[in-house]
């Protein structure tokens, strides 16, 4: 009578055991970042040249030096808002083709949508861009590829629904896709969790909000003519004037609007960011973007058999 119970107790602790470890590892693997984008060698090489491209384009005021023909020619921002869309298209191109399924598209669909949705909210008051938080916490569940493709696509939806159509466009669709692709490729996606996560993701939406601001006012710099002296672009100024001048441009113009883009991103990342981040999280899950494609033949060999039975 004794000896039931402990071999039941013995029989049962190895089970118990062995579940609770399933369960860790299917909350570990329910955790883990998801690349709904793989991004492959040729997807990579794309960006890194759009990404490069980019650079010079927000940077030439301040990269070109007086004695190029750059720094004097007023064709050049003109020129990289046109090249810019072509590269774009390619990298999204590059990117979709490594492995844009169809539950891919339509998550990218519905977060656009999304994005698109919430950035005339705060349009026109103070800078204030709900947008970049959701942009933020998709790129952290759904990895640098999917974010960077989001970025771009949401930029450029909410430009055709506000009218924010023109030559800074193609610039703000780069500067968004960055800040997607920069929180996919944040430090601890599969194991960092909680408060922690939240504010790592604070932290860095804050950051990106503000050098969103300032990489948006180095490619409009140069447009802007009639401003004072003492802050407007001289193309053949040396460079530490330059960033002097720049630096006076962007505190006297837009950083009363970049300091309540980036807190008002914070906060949202604090109060609701959980929330959202289970929700992406769950919805990963469900559409199972790691799961690969399966064929049977089952139901056709039953309709065989039947046709060979009858």
Known sequence: MTGAPGTSGASGSPGSGRSGQAGRADRARADRQVRAVRIGPRSAAALGIVSAIGVAAFGWPLLADSASGLAHSGDAPWLFAALLPLLL???????????????????????AAAGAALRPLGAGTAGLEPMFFLMVL????????????????????????????????????????????????????????????????????????????????????????????????????????KLAKFAAYVLATSLGWDLPRALLTVVLTLTVGGTVLRALRRATRR?????????TGAPFARSEGGNAES
Not at 93 to 111: F, S
Not at 177 to 186: D, F, I, K, Q
Not at 287 to 295: K, L, M
């Open 89 to 111: 298209a390619v990298a999204v191109a590059a990117v979709a083709d490594t492995g844009l399924d169809a539950k891919a598209v339509a998550m990218l669909g519905v977060l």
């Open 138 to 241: 998709s790129g952290r569940v759904l990895g640098p590829g999917f974010g960077f493709v989001l970025g771009a696509v949401s930029m450029f939806a909410s430009a055709l629904l506000t009218g924010g159509v023109g030559p800074w466009m193609p610039f703000q669709m780069l500067s968004m896709g960055w800040v997607a692709m920069g929180a996919g490729l944040l430090p601890g996606p599969h194991g960092l969790r909680g408060r922690r996560e939240l504010a790592l993701l604070a932290a860095y939406g804050a950051v990106a909000s503000v050098l969103y601001g300032v990489v948006m006012n180095l490619q409009g710099w140069p447009f802007i003519s009639g401003l004072a002296s003492g802050i407007s672009h001289v193309p053949g100024d040396p460079l530490e004037v």
């Open 287 to 295: 559409a199972a973007f790691d799961a690969p494609a399966s064929f």
